[in-house]
């Protein structure tokens, strides 16, 4: 018997209310939608700010950002052989040029699958691409202080909402586990998968979308002793997936992470005094008006 990631889930949601909820309250002051009220959907009305000069703010940054960071038509990263052939002085020169020339190619194949439009057959040709995900990620960075990103092999960016996953880190700032709660539709699951979970093929394929999605768990831990990930998926308290990693393909960044704390601070909530400030300060004139 396995413990559930699903309970895990919510025992660590229960933890980490007060950081959650202030991450909340900047996001209020800003960007709403970036993370809405507990409980909000579509149909229900967001928060309301009496000044968007935080907001500007957070947009100037976020644009500035994804220019420095990731610069259109330049790789914005570099792959380089590695130290124990680049000073080998066995290595000829000629073969070293080789191995680098052939880095840079995988390095501008790389750029490609970043970049490019999915249009192959039977995928979704409606997917984000890199860089409009990559804005929201840096939006959540600067208005929440921690975001996180699932890099797939397809070179697919998925990002998470600040409530839909859960970190815990060590003393030093090491991530331990993420959790990640995501709603899917069954049917993307293979038919082992499906059987394992318990779910019936004909049956699902019988019931409209909104009332078969399901919340699917993931639960990333680091085991120090194999010195790899191992990743578990739970649907319906279900292990579907399992697999060990020795690179993660989930990407937490906080932007102002304190000692011994799990997620981070970002620049609306380090200035949110002054952010509240002006926004009360705001309405008194609207109100005064």
Known sequence: MHDSIRKDFDRDDAERLESLERARLCASLTKPWILPPSGWSENDRLPEPFSSLPARACSNLEGKLLTALFPA???FFRLRPAGRFRFDPQVEPKKLAEFENILHLQELMILAKLDRTDKQAGSNSRRAGFRSRMRLAISQLLITGDVLLQ???EFNIKVFRRDNYITK???SGDVLYHIIREQIDPLTLTPSQLEEAGMDLEALQ??????????LYTKVQWNPMS???VISQEINDHIVYEAQEPVTPFLSTPYSLAPAASYGEGIIGENLGDVRSHNELTERILDFG
Do not use: A, G, I, T
């Open 73 to 75: 038509n330049q790789p």
């Open 151 to 153: 890099l797939d092999d």
């Open 169 to 171: 880190r060590d003393s």
């Open 206 to 215: 019988l019931e409209p979308l909104d009332r078969r999605m399901e919340d």
């Open 227 to 229: 010195k790899s990930w």
